[in-house]
């Protein structure tokens, strides 16, 4: 017999206790949080195995941290580094996947949800769904010298990772400023 019992552990997640067969377990289930304003333009999504060459499978399995956590791990260009450098310093080598979030927004069948992390320090999309193909606008892979920090690579200068929010927003303002002058 299955009992649970739902807890509010923390502000930023929920708890769920369940005892089966006098063992209790816990599940924690992200929280909701505000999306960042304005939206990315792309999404990353980090790969620690090895990738297929091209042509990429029509759909990427989940790796077993995200089969286990029920979605898809995703990361802002600003969080590549610093995940980098918090959960992946046992790897020399890591794939990146640039998603085209603004098409998946658009395209309407893509359940990617702004949560808290499990510290409630940072807010991170998550993707409700396997990865395919037609969402990858890019790859890049880096490499590192087996004692190196990610932080000596070129992942911090890389103009590869990048949200393009601010700078197609940016572009929008001005082109917008110049014809409001050229109007009147």
């Known amino acids: 017999m299955i009992q649970f019992f739902l807890l509010t552990a ?3 997640q929920f708890r769920i ?3 089966v067969n006098q063992f209790i377990y816990v599940a924690t289930i992200p ?3 505000p999306a960042p304003n304005p939206l990315p333009y792309y999404l990353y999504q980090i790969l ?3 990738l297929p060459s091209p042509p990429y499978p029509a759909i990427f399995p989940m790796s077993d941290r995200d089969a286990a956590d029920g979605f898809v791990h995703l990361a802002r260009a600003i969080n590549i580094l610093p995940l980098f450098m918090q959960n992946y310093n046992n790897s020399v080598q890591l794939s ?3 998603l085209n979030y603004a098409w998946m927004r658009e395209n309407g069948r893509y359940d990617v949800r702004w949560e808290w992390s499990r510290s409630n320090s940072t807010i991170y999309p998550h993707f409700y769904g396997n ?3 037609e969402m990858i606008v890019d790859v890049r892979t880096w490499s590192r010298a087996q004692y190196a920090l990610w932080n000596s690579t070129s992942v911090p ?3 590869w990772l990048t949200d393009d929010c601010d700078m197609k927003h ?3 303002i001005i082109t917008f400023f110049l014809l409001c002058i050229l109007i009147i």
């Open 96 to 98: 990146v996947l640039k």
């Open 48 to 50: 620690t195995t090895t």
């Open 157 to 159: 200068t890389d103009e």
């Open 10 to 12: 923390l502000a930023y």
């Open 170 to 172: 940016a572009s929008f």
């Open 17 to 19: 206790f369940f005892a």
């Open 131 to 133: 990865t395919t193909r």
């Open 31 to 33: 929280a909701p949080a």
